[in-house]
C-alpha cells in the first residue's frame, strides 16, 4: 500500500462516489485518499481481515438494492462471520461503522 495519489485524482465535479475498500485496516489507510478524492467510505475495515469475494458480493447485493449503509455493514458481517466461522458481533466489528 505503498503510493501517492496523483493530484488528478481529485474531484472536479460531481457528488462522488460510494466506495468500498476490503483489505487489512482500510479505514486508517485509504480514508484520506477517499476524502481528498470525494469519495464516500460505504464499506471500509478496521482490523486484519480476508478480504474474500464472499464479503463484496454481500455489500454489492445491498447496495444494489438501495440498503442503507449500516444495512451493507451488516451483509458484510453477516458474510464474514459465515466464512469466518466466527460471530456476526465479532465480524461486525471488523468493519468500519458508516
Not at 485524482?9 to 475498500?21: K, L, N, Q, S
Request: proline fraction near 7%; aromatic fraction near 8%.
Amino acid at each position: 500500500m505503498d503510493f501517492e495519489l496523483p493530484d488528478s485524482a481529485t474531484a472536479t465535479r460531481g457528488p462522488g462516489r460510494d466506495a468500498i475498500v476490503l483489505c487489512c485496516k482500510s479505514r486508517d489507510y485509504f480514508g484520506p485518499h477517499l476524502a481528498k478524492t470525494g469519495a464516500r467510505p460505504l464499506l471500509t475495515t478496521t482490523q486484519l481481515m480476508y478480504p474474500g469475494g464472499f464479503v463484496l458480493n454481500a455489500a454489492l447485493d445491498g447496495w444494489t438494492g438501495g440498503e442503507s449503509p449500516e444495512k451493507i455493514r451488516q451483509r458484510a458481517a453477516v458474510a464474514y462471520a459465515k466464512n469466518q466461522k466466527i460471530s456476526v458481533k465479532a465480524a461486525a466489528g471488523v468493519f468500519a461503522a458508516p
